[in-house]
């Protein structure tokens, strides 16, 4: 394999580079924690939560418990199937399909 001493000297370049901004990406987070550092003027930081963002929470913790109950419920089909204890009853299936029908 042939290596042309332009590409050889072009990568030297690139790589010194990218050592470099390296290096001042660090000292810019260095600068900028030690800015943030000075700014710290001891007093207590205030936090409000909207009305809308509770309600969402609480749908969320909800939604969580709905989920682990139908993951439960999946899981017991799951067994009762895999065991032949599972019967499906044709009637109430059929029952179904009309009402949804009508």
């Not at 682990?68 to 009637?91: C, N, T």
């Amino acid at each position: 394999m042939k290596v042309n001493p332009r590409d050889l000297q072009a990568y030297g370049r690139t790589n010194a580079n990218g050592v470099q901004n390296a290096q001042k990406a660090r000292e810019a987070v260095a600068a900028q924690k030690a800015a943030s550092a000075t700014k710290r003027d001891g007093s207590a930081a205030r936090v409000s939560i909207s009305d809308e963002a509770r309600k969402l929470a609480s749908t969320k913790s909800v939604d969580a418990t709905a989920s682990a109950e139908s993951a439960a419920k999946v899981a017991d089909l799951k067994d009762r199937v895999d065991r032949g204890e599972y019967k499906v009853d044709a009637q109430l299936v059929a029952r179904k399909m009309v009402d949804d029908v009508a």
